[in-house]
Each structure stands twice: as structure tokens, then as C-alpha cells.
């Protein structure tokens, strides 16, 4: 199995950049599918981002789509989110999600998770 450490978030002025890191232990992260989700406070916990492990192929939320980057260095067994032009909704806590199958944004069905940072954005 794979253990999932996210780096620290923090506080962001509406309009900044925050870039977050999860690093993977245990497993190569080159053998899972990877994902960013993330939960606001009262609300669900949705899907961000993903990335596929068997071509790189990417997916973006429409709410987050042309502003968030998701990549992954297998070599450092690490997965980035670049965060760009934040606005106050992207205030959650962010999760680094891996799983073997699809990662999709039925949350529950992903197998390993990050304990999650908090990223506030201030208008």
C-alpha cells in the first residue's frame, strides 16, 4: 500500500498561487491513478483534479479548469497541484487521493488518502 503526505497549505490573498505537493511512500506512485479533492466546510467532498497513470492523461473540474494544474514527478514519487488566480470558494481542505482503478469523483470509492491541508484563500 501507499502512505500519502500533503504538504502544508495555508492562507492566500484572492488572486495568488499556493502550490501543493503529495509526497508517496511505499509504493510507486507511478503505479497509481492520482487525484486532488477537496471539501469545504457543510459541503461534499469533490474531485479537483486526477491524473492518469497510464498516459498522464489529466482531468479538471469546470470550477477549477484553466486556473489548477495537476502533475506528477514518478521519479520523486510526487503529485503537484498549481493552484493559480485562487478565489475565495477554493477555500477547503485539499486531499491527495491514490487508487489503482479510475479515480472519479465518487470519492468514496478511492483507496488510499492523505490526512489533507487546509488551504484558505481571503478576499
Known amino acids: 500500500q501507499v502512505q500519502l503526505v500533503e504538504s502544508r497549505g495555508g492562507l492566500v490573498q484572492a488572486g495568488g498561487s499556493l502550490r501543493l505537493s503529495c509526497a508517496a511512500s511505499?509504493?510507486?506512485?507511478?503505479?497509481?491513478?492520482m487525484g486532488w479533492f477537496r471539501q469545504a466546510p457543510g459541503k461534499e467532498r469533490e474531485l479537483v483534479s486526477s491524473?492518469?497513470?497510464?498516459?498522464?492523461?489529466?482531468y479538471s473540474a469546470d470550477s477549477v479548469k484553466g486556473r489548477f494544474t495537476i502533475s506528477r514527478d514518478n521519479a520523486k514519487n510526487t503529485l503537484y497541484l498549481q493552484m493559480n488566480s485562487l478565489k475565495p470558494e477554493d477555500t477547503a481542505v485539499y486531499y491527495c487521493?491514490?487508487?489503482?482503478?479510475?479515480?472519479?469523483?465518487?470519492?468514496?470509492?478511492?483507496?488510499?488518502w492523505g490526512k489533507g491541508t487546509l488551504v484558505t484563500v481571503s478576499s
Open positions: 491524473s492518469r497513470r497510464s498516459d498522464g492523461a489529466t
Open positions: 487521493a491514490a487508487d489503482p482503478d479510475r479515480i472519479t469523483t465518487q470519492w468514496s470509492a478511492v483507496t488510499y
Open positions: 511505499g509504493r510507486p506512485l507511478s503505479t497509481y491513478n
